[in-house]
């Protein structure tokens, strides 16, 4: 079945670690975004990539990297200099067309330990 | 620019009654609205899309929105609640920009008594 998948479903930071999040998708999408979820509040854009090997930022970028080496993966890596990474982190893809509809993964929930 | 009000952050009803989740665009050209549906820990799964080829749009689940441009709205109904719809539900919109980003509102949370 296509899809979009992240890894791991939970994860612990500790003080002053970097963490990675997986998402993987067999849509054979080009683009790919990461989001970020906070209780209470909408989506906002972390970074999004409309090809191999390039990527922009979104609304709330800092503190955060990513890569696209290949089509199917896009992970995300929280750096210690996020300081309030405790949220939920959403994977999400869609074809380069305009306005397509974007599919997302099941989420990563980070917590800070 | 583009953005998204949704009203009302916590939405109850009874099981059978008419859901209504109320949605407000701004868009400085013809944009495309959606709804998703968020249950607990999960990701947001798509409910409907409109597109421009027809105002009533018709979802899955039972639910239907209908854009209104002389009002900038795509309320979200439902005829009769389920107590499977409760849910968190977001609206979005994109322009058609570099990237087709979408801009979300801060969701609804959908509550059904029994």
């Known amino acids: 079945d296509g899809g979009i998948t992240q890894s791991p479903k939970y994860l612990f930071r500790k003080e002053g670690q970097n963490v990675t999040l997986s998402c993987e998708q067999n849509?054979?999408?080009?683009?790919m975004y990461w989001y970020r979820q906070d209780p209470g509040q909408g989506l906002r854009l972390i970074y999004y990539?409309?090809?191999?090997?390039?990527?922009q930022k979104g609304d709330i970028a800092e503190g955060y990297s990513v890569s696209r080496e290949k089509k199917e993966s896009f992970p995300l890596t929280v750096t210690s200099a996020q300081k309030n990474p405790t949220a939920f982190y959403l994977c999400?893809?869609?074809?380069?067309?305009?306005?397509?509809?974007?599919?997302f993964g099941p989420g990563t929930r980070l917590l800070v330990l | 620019a583009q953005s998204v009000t949704q009203l009302g952050s916590h939405v109850s009803v009874s099981e059978g009654a008419l859901v209504l989740l109320r949605c407000n665009y701004s868009s400085s050209v013809p944009p495309y609205l959606f709804w998703y549906v968020q249950y607990p820990n999960q990701g947001l799964q798509l409910l409907l899309k409109?597109?421009?080829?027809?105002?009533l749009v018709k979802g899955i689940n039972g639910f239907e929105a209908e854009f209104k441009k002389s009002e900038t709205s795509f309320h979200l109904t439902k005829p009769s609640a389920h107590m499977s719809d409760a849910a968190e539900y977001f609206c979005a919109v994109t322009n058609g920009n570099a990237g087709n980003m979408l801009t979300f509102g801060g969701g609804t949370r959908l509550m059904v008594k029994p």
């Open positions: 409109y597109t421009s080829a027809a105002t």
């Open positions: 990539s409309q090809i191999v090997n390039d990527f």
């Open positions: 999400a893809s869609s074809t380069s067309q305009a306005r397509e509809t974007q599919y």
């Open positions: 849509l054979n999408h080009d683009a």
